[in-house]
């Protein structure tokens, strides 16, 4: 496609609950970033891939969030035992190496309920 | 941590104002670039400055870099409704790949 894409858009989870989130990526980006946007906030950077592998994951907030980009191009950010202080717009941006123009998704409005 | 301010953090005003929101940091950058978001949107990049003193004009849009990379500012001439929204701007650091954002400013424009 010709943008980053994100599903699903909306998610509503009962707290407790893990969630999966998807992004499929600019075809050619080489690097993925995850971000967080809180409601009245600018986001807030969470992890970063340059192809499979996962550089920097220093924003992600608690051990129950992880992700992953197995082959390079689409990534999956999973929150494990979802919470209320989890409910927020997840963002996925990619861009070409080297290169600080990010391209952002549409976003998936977490709600945890 | 490195943060970047923006100001004001609400504007609203009438139709053919003209209007400037800021944003600062105490450190440098090597570039800036400034968003737009829509409500159930992603940001879409307006532009980017890397040059101390730069000056990039998109339409009514004109956008600036301090000369010590440490601030930029966009000014919106003869505001429209459809310029309506979120603007943020984000910064990047030497040597980083990261990109620190702003709150942002959210701006309603009345007809």
């Known amino acids: 496609g010709a943008g980053v894409s994100q599903s699903p858009r909306y998610k509503v989870a009962k707290r407790g609950q893990d969630v999966a989130l998807r992004c499929d990526p600019i075809s050619g980006h080489v690097s993925l970033f995850w971000y967080q946007q809180a409601l009245g906030q600018g986001p807030e950077f969470l992890t970063y891939f340059q192809n499979e592998a996962q550089l920097d994951k220093s924003g992600l907030p608690s051990d129950r969030f992880f992700a992953e980009r197995p082959e390079g191009s689409v990534s999956t950010l999973k929150i494990q035992r979802t919470q209320q202080e989890d409910s927020a717009v997840y963002l996925c941006a990619s861009s070409f190496p080297g290169y600080n123009e990010q391209f952002f998704g549409p976003g998936t409005r977490l709600t945890v309920l | 941590t490195q943060l970047l301010e923006q100001s004001p953090q609400f504007l609203s005003i009438q139709e053919g104002e003209n209007l400037t929101v800021y944003c600062n940091s105490s450190s440098v950058f090597s570039s800036l670039q400034w968003y737009r978001q829509e409500p159930g949107e992603g940001p879409v990049l307006l532009v980017t400055?890397?040059?101390?003193?730069e000056v990039k004009k998109l339409k009514r849009l004109t956008f600036q870099f301090g000369d010590a990379r440490k601030d930029s500012s966009l000014h919106i001439t003869a505001a429209q409704p459809g310029d309506t929204g979120l603007y943020l701007c984000a910064g990047a650091w030497a040597g980083s790949y990261q990109l620190t954002f702003g709150k942002g400013t959210k701006l309603s424009v009345i007809p």
């Open positions: 400055v890397v040059t101390g003193g």
